[in-house]
């Protein structure tokens, strides 16, 4: 029962996890630059994204431009845009394949075939977090360089946006969920090796039968 409800506790962390995934990968602040310039009310933010760029007013307008074009784009762009969309994709692969194997469900078979699945999608899980935490290490990497660097103008300077923070967190639950599927069943495999079932020995029916002869003999 422990493990049933361990299990659906990770399952609930590894559906925010999945949420959080594709919401950063569609926002469109990863980067962030506040130009409020000499006048408050022609303050303009100005937010980059993987997909597409975009401009707030003060006013209350807002513009996106979308990103056509693929290989003017800088490289950890590209990287950040390829491994995301692989994290989603395992993620939600890793939502069905559990689905099938945790224990307070009726889909999946057996004990053994649920354990395996439910290993399976563990395993979808963490590769999942692993490719949501490097894109958005490397995007946090290049707009703190960019930030510190003194040739740069203080107007093109940003900072960290709300799409990476969300990255973060979202990883991190996808690692942790995983971590949790594939060790409650590793535990269970372990214990299966440690005390393996009793085998019970019964005698055939051809030493019954001679065991009776003998004895009518001394009779």
Same mark, same amino acid.
């Given at each position: 029962?422990?493990?049933?409800?361990?299990?659906?506790?990770?399952?609930?962390?590894?559906?925010?996890?999945?949420?959080?995934?594709?919401?950063?990968?569609?926002?469109?602040?990863?980067?962030?630059?506040?130009?409020?310039?000499?006048?408050?009310?022609?303050?303009?933010?100005?937010?980059?994204?993987?997909?597409?760029?975009?401009?707030?007013?003060?006013?209350?307008?807002?513009?996106?431009?979308?990103?056509?074009?693929?290989?003017?784009?800088?490289?950890?762009?590209?990287?950040?845009?390829?491994?995301?969309?692989?994290?989603?994709?395992?993620?939600?692969?890793?939502?069905?394949?559990?689905?099938?194997?945790?224990?307070?469900?009726?889909?999946?078979?057996?004990?053994?075939?649920?354990?395996?699945?439910?290993?399976?999608?563990?395993?979808?899980?963490?590769?999942?977090?692993?490719?949501?935490?490097?894109?958005?290490?490397?995007?946090?990497?290049?707009?703190?360089?960019?930030?510190?660097?003194?040739?740069?103008?203080?107007?093109?300077?940003?900072?960290?946006?709300? *799409?990476?923070?969300?990255?973060?967190?979202?990883?991190?639950?996808?690692?942790?969920?995983?971590?949790?599927?594939?060790?409650?069943?590793?535990?269970?495999?372990?214990? *299966?090796?440690?005390?393996?079932?009793?085998?019970?020995?019964?005698?055939?029916?051809?030493?019954?039968?001679?065991?009776?002869?003998?004895?009518?003999?001394?009779?």
């Amino acid at each position: 029962m422990a493990s049933a409800s361990l299990q659906f506790f990770a399952f609930i962390l590894a559906l925010f996890g999945v949420f959080g995934d594709i919401t950063a990968t569609l926002l469109p602040n990863w980067k962030v630059n506040a130009d409020v310039g000499s006048n408050i009310i022609t303050a303009i933010t100005q937010m980059q994204g993987l997909w597409m760029d975009c401009t707030w007013y003060s006013t209350g307008m807002f513009s996106c431009t979308l990103k056509y074009s693929v290989l003017s784009l800088p490289i950890y762009i590209q990287a950040a845009r390829t491994t995301m969309v692989l994290s989603c994709i395992l993620s939600a692969f890793g939502i069905c394949i559990t689905t099938v194997g945790m224990k307070c469900t009726k889909l999946g078979g057996n004990t053994d075939s649920k354990s395996h699945a439910c290993f399976a999608g563990g395993v979808c899980f963490i590769l999942a977090g692993i490719f949501g935490l490097v894109p958005t290490s490397w995007y946090t990497r290049e707009i703190i360089s960019d930030f510190l660097d003194q040739t740069i103008p203080e107007s093109s300077k940003h900072e960290p946006g709300g *799409a990476v923070y969300t990255g973060f967190i979202s990883a991190g639950l996808l690692l942790i969920a995983g971590v949790i599927f594939c060790t409650s069943c590793f535990k269970k495999q372990q214990g *299966a090796w440690i005390y393996p079932p009793k085998q019970h020995h019964f005698p055939s029916t051809e030493e019954e039968s001679n065991t009776g002869y003998s004895l009518k003999d001394y009779v």
